[in-house]
């Protein structure tokens, strides 16, 4: 949060230059906007990994546009979006958790059975789960970048559309997992479920990608109030391009109960998170 604001005090100071040539020629304009923004997480295998929430994420921002021509408009800016989503899964999923409750590296994880595995006496606390479902919150710093194609004035309105795409830096991830605790009965020498958890603020660090660039379109309309100043609106359509997730986790494994059971090393989850969302923007233009 504190980045976010520092890097748009930054280009508020930087902006102050172009507010005064905007009321010269017209052609910038330099704005602020909130953006409400319902948000999901998308997988390309659902048999895996599929959507089973959305969160009512939020954003704010600067707006500038450089005018091309009378009705044509480059749109940029910077702001900060607080995004996020549930997911569920579905292969039986699973990954250690230390004493302290962070991620286990699987390559370290000494998957196994009774005495001589995972549930020995020297395991220093580290414990077996299975996951059900995670729900995520992310901050970005978005950069956007758009064609703006807008109407001439019709009873003080102006309509438009927009087309481009957001670049965005990811500067916080945070999960919220819900689990399944497997133990090793030493009687049928097999791992049963032994309750269920919820553990919080989790940060799965070695398998997220920083950096999210995705599709931004939408239409809306701006209102004049008085010479260069509007007020404007718009419903925008979000597509993430990047997964958020390394393709291969280093952390999760798949069917993690039935392989250790089986006497099989579980194998590397595949897995994947693509940030959609609906973005409702509401602002003021000078």
């Known amino acids: 949060m504190k980045k976010i604001l520092l890097i748009v005090s930054s280009t508020l100071l930087l902006a102050n230059t172009f507010v005064a040539q ?8 330099f704005g602020l906007k909130i953006a409400p923004t319902p948000t999901w997480y998308r997988s390309n295998d659902s048999k ?11 954003g704010f921002g600067l707006q500038a546009e450089f005018r091309i021509n009378s009705t044509a408009s480059f749109v940029t800016g910077i702001g900060g979006d607080f995004l996020g989503g549930k997911q569920s899964y579905k292969l039986g999923q699973g990954y250690v958790l230390d004493k302290d409750n962070n991620y286990v590296d699987s390559k370290d994880a000494g998957f196994g059975q009774g005495v001589t595995g995972l549930y020995n006496s020297t395991n220093n606390g580290n414990k077996l789960y299975e996951i059900k479902s995670r729900t995520i919150k992310a901050t970005y710093v978005t950069i956007p970048v758009m064609l703006k194609l807008m109407t001439k004035d019709i009873s003080g309105f102006k309509y438009f559309g927009q087309f481009g795409g957001n670049i965005a830096i990811q500067t916080k991830f945070r999960a919220t997992d819900e689990l399944t605790e497997l133990k090793y009965n030493l009687v049928t020498n097999q791992y049963e479920t032994n309750g269920s958890v919820t553990v919080s603020d989790m940060k799965p660090s070695g398998d997220l990608v920083p950096i999210n660039i995705g599709l931004n379109a939408g239409i809306g309309a701006e209102y004049n109030l008085s010479g260069s100043t509007s007020i404007f609106f718009s419903v925008n359509y979000l597509r993430g391009f990047i997964n958020q997730y390394q393709g291969t986790s280093d952390i999760m494994v798949d069917k993690i109960k039935d392989n250790i059971n089986s006497g099989e090393t579980p194998a590397k989850s595949k897995q994947s998170a693509f940030c959609d969302g609906i973005q409702i923007n509401v602002g003021v233009l000078f």
Not at 22 to 29: E, I, S
């Open 22 to 29: 905007d009321d010269a020629d017209k052609k910038f304009r």
């Open 48 to 58: 895996a990994v599929e959507k089973s929430g959305t969160k009512f994420g939020f």
